[in-house]
């Protein structure tokens, strides 16, 4: 049992690590109880829906700009100083949460100025933090540390909306958004903690050119290219959470509760791989890894539209059919099968990518993990709206397959992708 269990390895091998993984854990938390509680104000001030949409633009538009940009920052600059000066940032955007709420402003377009300026800010934090760990870690701990920031993720998206829908309750904005300032200023603590970090090799100045360069490097090299590449195909074509909605209000039933299961589910899944992750870091043919783990991914969203499409709707009442727990079951398999993927997926980007590049590589991830599904929210979306959400959900999966088979066709070395010799 003990080798099933995530490998905590990374976390005894490495002090500075194991600050920065606690106080990212914190901050991640942190972040996950905004989203929600900027939600719920911009819906208590307007009670329009389409306003707590806007607050997904607002968030997206910095993360996609700042993610490219802010990579070229990573690489110019010693990045301890890069992640300091960013998350004091983060931390005097939550204290403007904090006092908008307290002073009760009312202002939904401060609520967007903020998160927008959060969500810029932490498009260059995270590719500097993703970035530090191969200097603070051996190549062969790498999977074990992208497993734990897995499942730091994964309790974080779990853990922080809970705690944003009994805080507000309790203690109302002011008083959640203030849990929110005090979980970053200990992340803060943590990351002014570590050494210092400059790139290594040649350093080009932080700008356009310096984006290009990357860009042009991720063009020439077809191993690091095809992470990118396999998960949109994932993502664009078979994420499903946009047809949660419909399913729980005439599909399967259950209305919000449905929604709130299955969003759920995919989480549980990654929660659960990454806690029986301690396997993984054996694994050598990681390519190999990617291509079946998002395999899995587009098999269990076929399996999610049968499910589906046999379900004969809501049970009287109006409660959730039977089918839901099958379901829910394929759900909690797509999120282990995503959860695995992430995993050597990143490993794969830190390994073989130069240390003077991987600030603008992970600029580009963050991109890639940020737009991919939002652009499968459109597509499915679309597709529901035309064929029914069943067939969008078989249709996106089975998409996602073919894509999939021709990605590893067209490019036949990544699946001999061995972690023993990182070739990029």
Same mark, same amino acid.
């Given at each position: ?12 091998? /490495? ?11 914190? /901050? ?5 109880? *905004? *989203? ?90 995270? +590719? ?40 507000? &309750? ?19 603590? *943590? ?15 932080? &700008? ?54 299955? *969003? ?12 029986? /992750? ?33 379900? +004969? ?58 737009? &991919? ?7 499915? &979306? ?41 070739? +990029?």
């Amino acid at each position: 049992m003990p080798r099933l269990l995530i490998d905590l390895s990374p976390l005894r091998a /490495s002090a500075p690590y194991r600050r920065m993984w606690l106080g990212t854990s914190l /901050s991640a938390i942190g972040t996950g109880l *905004t *989203t929600v509680a900027v939600s719920l104000q911009v819906y208590d001030i307007t009670g329009s829906t389409f306003n707590v949409g806007l607050v997904g633009l607002f968030a997206f538009v910095p993360l996609v700009a700042f993610g490219l940009y802010g990579g070229s920052i990573v690489d110019a600059y010693d990045r301890r100083r890069v992640v300091v000066t960013t998350s004091t940032g983060l931390l005097l955007v939550g204290a403007g949460f904090t006092a908008q709420a307290w002073f009760d402003v009312g202002s939904v377009a401060l609520l967007y100025g903020l998160v927008a300026v959060q969500n810029g800010l932490f498009a260059v934090n995270n +590719p500097a933090r993703t970035a530090i760990v191969p200097r603070l870690l051996p190549i062969d701990l790498l999977p074990a540390a992208n497993a734990l920031t897995g499942l730091s993720m994964g309790l974080a998206y779990t853990v922080g909306p809970l705690l944003a829908g009994v805080l507000v &309750g309790w203690w109302g904005y002011p008083g959640t958004y203030l849990v929110e300032v005090a979980l970053v200023a200990v992340a803060l603590v *943590t990351l002014v903690a570590l050494p210092s970090i400059p790139p290594e090799g040649a350093v080009r100045r932080a &700008g356009l050119a310096s984006v290009w360069e990357g860009l042009r490097f991720l063009g020439t090299r077809p191993n690091v290219r095809m992470t990118f590449l396999v998960d949109l195909a994932a993502m664009v074509f078979a994420m499903p959470r946009v047809l949660f909605p419909a399913i729980g209000a005439v599909a399967i039933g259950g209305g919000a509760t449905t929604v709130g299961v299955l *969003t759920a589910a995919i989480a549980a899944g990654t929660v659960t791989a990454n806690l029986l /992750s301690g396997p993984l870091g054996a694994v050598r043919r990681q390519g190999l890894a990617v291509l079946v783990s998002v395999a899995a991914w587009g098999a269990t969203i076929v399996a999610f539209g049968l499910v589906v499409a046999a379900s +004969p709707g809501p049970v009287a009442g109006g409660g959730a059919h039977p089918l839901l727990w099958a379901a829910v079951a394929v759900l909690v398999l797509a999120g282990a099968a995503d959860a695995v993927s992430s995993v050597f997926r990143m490993t794969i980007l830190q390994a073989a990518t130069p240390d003077a590049l991987r600030g603008r590589l992970q600029g580009v991830f963050i991109v890639v993990v940020a737009g &991919g599904p939002q652009l499968g929210q459109l597509l499915l &979306g679309a597709t529901a709206q035309l064929t029914g959400e069943a067939f969008a959900a078989v249709a996106g999966g089975a998409a996602c397959l073919l894509v999939l088979a021709a990605l590893a066709r067209y490019q036949p070395a990544f699946a001999r992708y061995d972690a023993r010799d990182p070739t +990029p």
